[in-house]
């Protein structure tokens, strides 16, 4: 038979303060989440959200910062069209063909860095093959394309040299060119904001939690930079409806910005911490100084105006990146993946409770 002894009473002690010792290190775990959370104290540890291999739960998108690009000159290009259109409805000449040669110039500057992107420019065309309602990149396709047309008719009227203006083809460029350029104003808002649309439509976290807000966002500064690239380019006695349009989208800017980043959860972080915090509080601050400025002094002062339609610009650029990079970023940590979609089930389960309980 074997016999079974007890262990030294050293070894004992020793058994005996380890357990101890964790016992201790899980109660003050427990004491620690109850602390933070409330509820039962639980001797659970945290869980370490890990992927397999260490790699991300969601591919990174293989975009480059040429789609941010893409991002901020089709807004622009929005807005000043809509600033060429009143500025034509107004008689303000300089006005009007400063801001439809920029969204001309922007449009033009978009298209590139977008086909630059994609690596191939038959793919734009065949976006055009089919309308799918159903898809943002079907219909910003199309919304594109209604849009350029009526801008580059307006942009080309305004090159035509004064000695030409009275020949024929002149002159039926420019009885053509206004109806074309006024009837672009109407996609305008869809060029504006079918790219939020976009972004927004996709898995990457940071931007599929801000549908509801982000086409505001960048609505606002579509009009902001188009504004401040009015008072930029054109006398300050012809600047009224560009200062009035850049004060109002800046403005709501930075409301729908605010909102934004207070609706949001854990996602929150990467537009508030990091490089991407950095470039979104320079855009917020340049946009605030491009709204007092447009204010309080591009009424009266051509360099305050300057100063300010530059402030907005940097800033509309900015918020386009800021965004761009955030949803880059939000695909390489997995609690960003993994924490919103629990919070989703759960909170379909308890609507599931609520409903069969009051069946």
Same mark, same amino acid.
């Given at each position: 038979?074997?016999?079974?002894?007890?262990?030294?009473?050293?070894?004992?002690?020793?058994?005996?303060?380890?357990?101890?010792?964790?016992?201790?290190?899980?109660?003050?775990?427990?004491?620690?989440?109850?602390?933070?959370?409330?509820?039962?104290?639980?001797?659970?540890?945290?869980?370490?959200?890990?992927?397999?291999?260490?790699?991300?739960?969601?591919?990174?998108?293989?975009?480059?910062?040429?789609?941010?690009?893409?991002?901020?000159?089709?807004?622009?290009?929005?807005?000043?069209?809509?600033?060429?259109?009143?500025?034509?409805?107004?008689?303000?000449?300089?006005?009007?063909?400063?801001?439809?040669?920029?969204?001309?110039?922007?449009?033009?500057?978009?298209?590139?860095?977008?086909?630059?992107?994609?690596?191939?420019?038959?793919?734009?065309?065949?976006?055009?093959?089919?309308?799918?309602?159903?898809?943002?990149?079907?219909?910003?396709?199309?919304i594109l394309s209604a849009f350029g047309p009526g801008v580059g008719a307006a942009a080309a009227a305004e090159l035509v040299p004064a000695r030409w203006r009275r020949t024929w083809p002149a002159r039926l460029l420019a009885r #053509? &060119?206004?109806? *074309?350029?006024?009837?672009?104003? =109407?996609?305008?808002? +869809? $060029? /504006? @904001?079918?790219?939020?649309?976009?972004?927004?439509?996709?898995?990457?976290?940071?931007?599929?939690?801000?549908?509801?807000?982000?086409?505001?966002?960048?609505?606002?500064?579509?009009?902001?930079?188009?504004?401040?690239?009015?008072?930029?380019?054109?006398?300050?006695?012809?600047?009224?409806?560009?200062?009035?349009?850049?004060?109002?989208?800046?403005?709501?800017?930075?409301?729908?910005?605010?909102?934004?980043?207070?609706?949001?959860?854990?996602?929150?972080?990467?537009?508030?911490?990091?490089?991407?915090?950095?470039?979104?509080?320079?855009?917020?601050?340049?946009?605030?100084?491009?709204?007092?400025?447009?204010?309080?002094?591009?009424?009266?002062?051509?360099?305050?105006?300057?100063?300010?339609?530059?402030?907005? #610009? &940097?800033?509309? *650029?900015?918020?386009?990146?800021? =965004?761009?990079?955030? +949803? $880059? /970023? @939000?695909?390489?940590?997995?609690?960003?993946?993994?924490?919103?979609?629990?919070?989703?089930?759960?909170?379909?389960?308890?609507?599931?409770?609520?409903?069969?309980?009051?069946?």
């Open positions: 038979m074997t016999r079974h002894t007890d262990p030294p009473p050293a070894e004992r002690r020793s058994d005996a303060g380890g357990s101890a010792d964790r016992e201790a290190q899980l109660f003050q775990g427990s004491r620690r989440r109850k602390r933070r959370g409330g509820g039962e104290p639980t001797v659970v540890p945290e869980a370490e959200f890990r992927s397999y291999y260490g790699r991300p739960v969601l591919k990174t998108p293989v975009w480059e910062w040429k789609i941010a690009a893409y991002l901020f000159c089709g807004g622009l290009a929005a807005g000043a069209s809509v600033v060429a259109a009143g500025a034509d409805l107004t008689g303000r000449p300089n006005l009007r063909r400063a801001s439809w040669l920029g969204s001309f110039g922007a449009l033009l500057a978009s298209l590139w860095f977008l086909v630059s992107d994609l690596g191939r420019p038959d793919r734009f065309h065949h976006m055009l093959r089919v309308l799918k309602p159903t898809s943002p990149m079907s219909v910003g396709t199309w #053509l &060119a206004r109806p *074309a350029g006024l009837s672009s104003v =109407v996609t305008a808002p +869809g $060029v /504006a @904001s079918y790219t939020a649309v976009l972004l927004s439509h996709t898995a990457v976290p940071a931007w599929s939690e801000v549908r509801e807000e982000l086409p505001f966002v960048f609505v606002g500064s579509a009009a902001a930079s188009g504004g401040g690239f009015g008072m930029l380019c054109a006398p300050v006695e012809e600047t009224g409806p560009a200062r009035t349009f850049a004060a109002v989208g800046a403005a709501g800017e930075l409301v729908a910005s605010r909102v934004m980043e207070h609706r949001l959860g854990l996602v929150g972080e990467v537009y508030r911490e990091g490089h991407v915090g950095r470039l979104r509080r320079a855009s917020e601050l340049l946009t605030a100084a491009g709204l007092a400025g447009t204010v309080l002094v591009a009424g009266r002062s051509r360099a305050g105006a300057a100063a300010s339609g530059l402030a907005l #610009l &940097a800033g509309s *650029a900015l918020q386009r990146f800021g =965004v761009f990079e955030a +949803g $880059v /970023a @939000s695909t390489k940590d997995p609690r960003y993946v993994v924490v919103p979609q629990r919070e989703r089930l759960e909170a379909r389960a308890r609507a599931g409770e609520t409903v069969r309980a009051e069946a």
